[in-house]
């Protein structure tokens, strides 16, 4: 779909309808920006979910969210949650909402060929304010804690004596990572079967994850956050326990 031209002060001047925030992408899809500043483009024909523009600053937020228990009810939130962006913001998206942005009339491109899309607040990941990092929407980030192989966890976790399910003792549904920033937890899940628990967390502890649940903050073709170092994207609910640095001796 041809996105629709408007002018830059035109989309700068656009309020965001409640849970929408409106993104200036830093890159296209199609497009690979080098450390010295030059691009690359790309046939972004295979793969195309490790090519979403999910990376870009805000330049417009809606005045509030709005949240409904209701599972049935499409416009709200999937939590229930605070606004914690500002305009200005780098922040960094759901590469599926992303693409759906792209192809559905959410995509805008001003005279200079700026792109712009509008975004649901609860697709968003992670903001940087300057130098400061804020995970949003209860999702933590973790870095991976290599060198651990399935047996070898599981052999780990036994010895700690965990009160954790042997499911997760088994080491099959598992993963040990690293916290290096704390989210705050999600107020109410639309899911009945999720919540956050409120349990002290801190940067440096190691969590034991669900495995399904370390998923990459961004595809490392193009990480963006602190050079090429891979996160997760976590939320509480996906954590099944803290651990004392003892399980990595």
Same mark, same amino acid.
């Given at each position: 779909? %041809?996105?629709?031209?408007? #002018?830059?002060? *035109? ?5 965001? #309808?409640? %849970? ?17 500043? %030059? ?15 999910? #990376? ?29 962006? *500002? ?21 805008? #491109? /001003? ?9 649901? =607040?609860? &697709? ?27 047996? /070898? ?12 399910? /042997?499911?997760? &003792?088994?080491?099959? %549904? ?9 989210? $705050? ?8 079967? =999720? =919540? $956050? ?7 440096? /502890? ?21 050079? &090429? ?21």
């Amino acid at each position: 779909m %041809n996105p629709t031209i408007y #002018t830059k002060d *035109q989309i700068l001047s656009m309020q965001p #309808t409640p %849970n929408n925030v409106l993104i200036l992408i830093d890159r296209k899809q199609d497009e690979y920006k080098m450390s010295d500043g %030059n691009k690359l483009y790309l046939d972004c024909s295979f793969q195309p979910e490790q090519h979403a523009p999910v #990376t870009g600053h805000v330049v417009a937020i809606c005045k509030k969210l709005i949240f409904s228990a209701r599972l049935g009810d499409s416009f709200s939130l999937d939590w229930d949650t605070d606004i914690q962006l *500002q305009v200005g913001d780098y922040v960094i998206s759901y590469y599926l909402s992303a693409i759906n942005a792209l192809s559905n009339g959410r995509l805008l #491109t /001003d005279e200079y060929n700026n792109q712009y899309l509008v975004l649901r =607040y609860d &697709k968003l990941f992670a903001s940087r304010r300057g130098d400061i990092v804020r995970p949003i929407n209860g999702f933590n980030l973790l870095t991976p804690i290599e060198g651990i192989v399935q047996e /070898d966890l599981r052999d780990r976790m036994k010895n700690m004596k965990l009160l954790i399910p /042997d499911t997760v &003792k088994s080491g099959k %549904n598992s993963v040990l990572a690293r916290l290096k920033y704390v989210a $705050d937890p999600v107020k109410r899940y639309r899911d009945p079967r =999720y =919540y $956050d628990f409120d349990d002290k967390i801190s940067p440096d /502890d190691i969590i034991i994850l669900r495995r399904k649940s370390n998923i990459p903050l961004e595809y490392a073709y193009h990480a963006s956050l602190e050079g &090429k170092q891979v996160f997760y994207r976590v939320q509480r609910h996906y954590m099944f326990a803290k651990v004392d640095e003892s399980i990595l001796d």
